[in-house]
């Protein structure tokens, strides 16, 4: 058997004496001996055939055959069969992350496909090819919007996803950009305000006026604007987990940015372009190029050094799979489901707190009962019956998966 070593220990030797040090060990001096692990608690080396076995058992104890009302930010969508077989294809599933202008036309054309998709559903001019998630996307139009109007004061209304905030929170921390909530902020030096429609809670809410030079940003459901109007704004962001992503645990998600033509520049991210060649044939190259890995350095519009370009792909396979008509058809069903559903409840008595929603709404169970004990009871019927908001108010939504039946079964019990 050959062992291949990259360095040899008289590489390392020369190395160390090249830069002033007699062992590796002292490239680690700065950290304090209190900081480091000197060694990791861990268990005997298995042979392949028992790790199998192991980690095999260890998946059985998920359950993951649940009737699922759950929402607050990831929902379980209808995703087509030929979405997986064709996004598994070796063209397209990689380890590699295709940041450098010599990629492939073909995962070119496809970041251009994600864009322009994304600009048609928000009614904006300019989008980039994805990033992270929906909270990195909402905190990195922040960013932009304070290097457009060099501010650094932003407002963020109620009712955002709280696990947003918290991101947006972090960035704008370490941005020295000052944060103000709540329902409205007549502050006229603000760089921007940010308003979540549908916001957290399900709520249709209109957008903030403006009161003076700042940009608004809408953070939205990109699944609801196959039915609704686009909120008027300057920047549009959010996630695209219910286009063709499956929950996975938690991810990975995708977020996207979207803006005016004005604003483009200042987009974080990838940007692919649609040009011709010599040949006078369609040609995709990356444009607008300002990251980090492209020398800007401190220049640059954000540290983001990669983005979600399979999750992308998926996004354009499934929309590319239902069409137009079937993507509304898709997220109307889902409409359809959840005012079902919440009817049913207030049929039974419960309280529906939302006056205007799409597929997620929040209802208050009845006097003597506690929203934890009843989801709990719920799940042990087998249905997650959504997210306790406190002990009196649960968030609940419905898809175009939850047909009657699931349904009546909720309402049944």
Same mark, same amino acid.
């Given at each position: 058997?050959?062992?291949?070593? $990259?360095?040899?220990?008289?590489?390392?030797?020369?190395?160390?004496?090249?830069?002033?040090? #007699?062992?590796?060990?002292?490239?680690?001096?700065?950290?304090?001996?209190?900081?480091?692990?000197?060694?990791?608690?861990?268990?005997?080396?298995?042979?392949?055939?028992?790790?199998?076995?192991?980690? #095999?058992?260890?998946?059985?104890?998920?359950?993951?055959?649940?009737?699922?009302?759950?929402?607050?930010?990831?929902? #379980? #969508?209808?995703?087509?069969?030929?979405?997986?077989?064709?996004?598994?294809?070796?063209?397209?599933?990689?380890?590699?992350?295709?940041?450098?202008?010599?990629?492939?036309?073909?995962?070119?054309?496809?970041?251009?496909?994600?864009?322009?998709?994304?600009?048609?559903?928000?009614?904006?001019?300019?989008?980039?090819?994805?990033?992270?998630?929906?909270?990195?996307?909402?905190?990195?139009?922040?960013?932009?919007?304070?290097?457009?109007?060099?501010?650094?004061? $932003?407002?963020?209304?109620?009712?955002?996803?709280?696990?947003?905030?918290?991101?947006?929170?972090?960035?704008?921390?370490?941005?020295?950009?000052?944060?103000?909530?709540?329902?409205?902020?007549?502050?006229?030096?603000?760089?921007?305000?940010?308003?979540?429609?549908?916001?957290?809670?399900?709520?249709?809410?209109?957008?903030?006026?403006?009161?003076?030079?700042?940009?608004?940003?809408?953070?939205?459901?990109?699944?609801?604007?196959?039915?609704?109007?686009?909120?008027?704004?300057?920047?549009?962001?959010?996630?695209?987990?219910?286009?063709?992503?499956?929950?996975?645990?938690?991810?990975?998600?995708?977020?996207?940015?979207?803006?005016?033509? $004005?604003?483009?520049?200042?987009?974080?991210?990838?940007?692919?372009?649609?040009?011709?060649?010599?040949?006078?044939?369609?040609?995709?190259?990356?444009?607008?190029?300002?990251?980090?890995?492209?020398?800007?350095?401190?220049?640059?519009?954000?540290?983001?050094?990669?983005?979600?370009?399979?999750?992308?792909?998926?996004?354009?396979?499934?929309?590319?799979?239902?069409?137009?008509?079937?993507?509304?058809?898709?997220?109307?069903?889902?409409?359809?489901?959840?005012?079902?559903?919440?009817?049913?409840?207030?049929?039974?008595?419960?309280?529906?707190?939302?006056?205007?929603?799409?597929?997620?709404?929040?209802?208050?169970?009845?006097?003597?009962?506690?929203?934890?004990?009843?989801?709990?009871?719920?799940?042990?019927?087998?249905?997650?019956?959504?997210?306790?908001?406190?002990?009196?108010?649960?968030?609940?939504?419905?898809?175009?998966?939850?047909?009657?039946?699931?349904?009546?079964?909720?309402?049944?019990?």
């Amino acid at each position: 058997m050959y062992n291949f070593e $990259a360095l040899s220990d008289k590489d390392r030797t020369q190395m160390c004496e090249d830069i002033g040090i #007699k062992t590796p060990d002292e490239l680690f001096d700065v950290i304090p001996s209190r900081a480091r692990l000197n060694k990791l608690d861990l268990p005997e080396a298995l042979s392949e055939l028992e790790a199998q076995k192991k980690l #095999k058992k260890a998946a059985q104890k998920n359950k993951t055959d649940y009737i699922c009302f759950l929402g607050a930010g990831a929902y #379980k #969508k209808f995703i087509p069969a030929a979405l997986f077989d064709t996004a598994s294809r070796y063209e397209f599933l990689s380890a590699y992350t295709p940041y450098q202008p010599e990629i492939s036309q073909g995962s070119l054309q496809i970041m251009y496909e994600f864009q322009t998709i994304i600009c048609s559903l928000c009614a904006q001019d300019a989008a980039n090819a994805s990033v992270y998630d929906g909270a990195s996307a909402a905190a990195e139009a922040i960013l932009m919007a304070c290097r457009i109007k060099r501010k650094n004061k $932003a407002f963020v209304k109620e009712g955002i996803n709280p696990n947003y905030l918290e991101v947006i929170k972090t960035y704008l921390f370490a941005a020295d950009i000052e944060l103000v909530t709540g329902q409205d902020c007549k502050d006229t030096d603000l760089a921007c305000k940010l308003c979540q429609t549908p916001d957290y809670t399900g709520e249709i809410v209109d957008i903030p006026e403006k009161n003076a030079d700042e940009l608004i940003i809408a953070c939205t459901d990109i699944s609801s604007l196959s039915l609704l109007e686009p909120p008027k704004s300057d920047i549009t962001v959010g996630d695209f987990q219910t286009l063709g992503l499956s929950l996975n645990f938690g991810g990975p998600y995708g977020g996207f940015i979207a803006c005016k033509d $004005a604003y483009k520049r200042q987009l974080p991210g990838r940007i692919a372009g649609k040009t011709v060649d010599r040949e006078g044939k369609d040609a995709y190259v990356l444009t607008l190029q300002a990251r980090e890995q492209h020398i800007r350095r401190e220049k640059a519009t954000s540290n983001i050094c990669s983005n979600q370009a399979h999750c992308a792909l998926c996004a354009v396979l499934y929309l590319s799979l239902l069409g137009e008509k079937g993507f509304r058809e898709v997220n109307y069903l889902a409409y359809k489901n959840a005012h079902l559903l919440a009817q049913g409840l207030k049929d039974k008595g419960y309280k529906i707190l939302n006056n205007n929603f799409f597929s997620e709404f929040v209802y208050e169970v009845k006097d003597g009962q506690n929203a934890r004990t009843h989801l709990e009871n719920l799940k042990e019927k087998g249905i997650l019956g959504g997210v306790a908001l406190d002990d009196k108010r649960i968030l609940t939504t419905a898809t175009e998966l939850n047909d009657t039946d699931e349904i009546n079964l909720y309402l049944s019990l």
